[in-house]
């Protein structure tokens, strides 16, 4: 009775927080109606999300973080690029009308397409259009850009959440980010995805305008045991490819993560406490206090790098 309780409690707070996004994100959209020729001056960071083999908790990390930074008071939305799994839509509880394929093909406007999520984090839905993106013509370019440069007002962060492993697809969502989230296990084929990924990634830049690496362990027995991976997967990246990892912390495995996703709710909501929970929320603010990169990062950046129109 004791759980079902806080559960509700949870539950009231999770709405009464999303009515408060809500009015804030509409109050943010009027305040960003300027006139013609004068141009806002407010740019996201975009996050890629991934991760050398399937399974590990990627778009558990994606929702669960962009819940804990909208409690931070940031503007997020989150990009399922994972298509054809929806499976930032089941974690949510949303069901959408629009997905990123709407967007392409059928002329919906972004702002359309976005649907809203746990504590007013908007986000939209994966779909099949972004997988002829690099044949799109000038004209299209030009409109996706113009499209997505609404996002670039309306967020601090746009996080994307993309597919696992070494795909062309994955490779160059990744790519196209300037901070990538690179998530393993302690399993040692997780380990070793996840070198094969960042190797993969790095390579395609020719070593140069890759994105700052950032890793993860999930499912530690201890902290000590997410340093230790940390420590020898970031040994070999820089001695073999010289590049820098950074560690953001470890999550240890959580039965409430369990029965959060068996529930098909994130865990920072139904489960705040739980440690899962804890270790994610501390993520979260190691990355918003964490020194934005110089190199530009912003949608618009990321669209063009992705069309393969400019690096």
Known sequence: ?????????????????????????????QELIQPAGVKTSLTS????????????????????????????HKRVTLLDTDFGLAN?????????????GDVLEKN???????????????????????????????????VLIDSFAFLDAMADFIIIDTGAGVSKAVVNFVKAANE???????????????YALIKTIHESCGGEDAPEFKLVVNRVDSPA????????????????????LTSLGSIPYDPHLVKAVKAQQPVSLIFPGAASSRCIE?????????????KKNNIKSFIMKLTGKRK
């Open 1 to 29: 009775m004791t759980d079902q309780a806080e559960r509700l409690r949870n539950l009231v707070q999770q709405h009464k927080e999303t009515i408060e996004a809500l009015d804030i994100i509409e109050t943010r959209k």
């Open 45 to 72: 960071r975009v996050v890629a999300i991934t991760s050398g083999k399937g399974g590990v908790g990627k778009t558990n990390l994606a929702v669960n973080l962009a819940i804990f930074m909208r409690k931070l």
């Open 88 to 100: 930032v839509e089941v974690l949510c509880g949303v069901n959408p009308k629009y997905n990123f």
């Open 108 to 142: 919906v406007s972004v702002e359309s397409a976005l649907a809203i999520g746990p504590m007013g984090m908007q986000f939209l839905s994966g779909g099949s259009g972004l997988t002829g993106l690099s044949n799109i013509t000038e004209e299209q370019m030009s």
């Open 180 to 194: 990538a989230i690179v998530i393993t296990t302690p399993d040692p084929t997780s380990i070793t995805d996840a």
């Open 225 to 244: 045991e997410g340093v230790e991976i940390y420590e020898k997967l970031g040994g070999v990246c820089g001695r073999f490819l010289g590049v820098k």
């Open 282 to 294: 501390a993520i979260a603010s190691k990355m918003i206090n964490v020194k934005t990169p110089e």
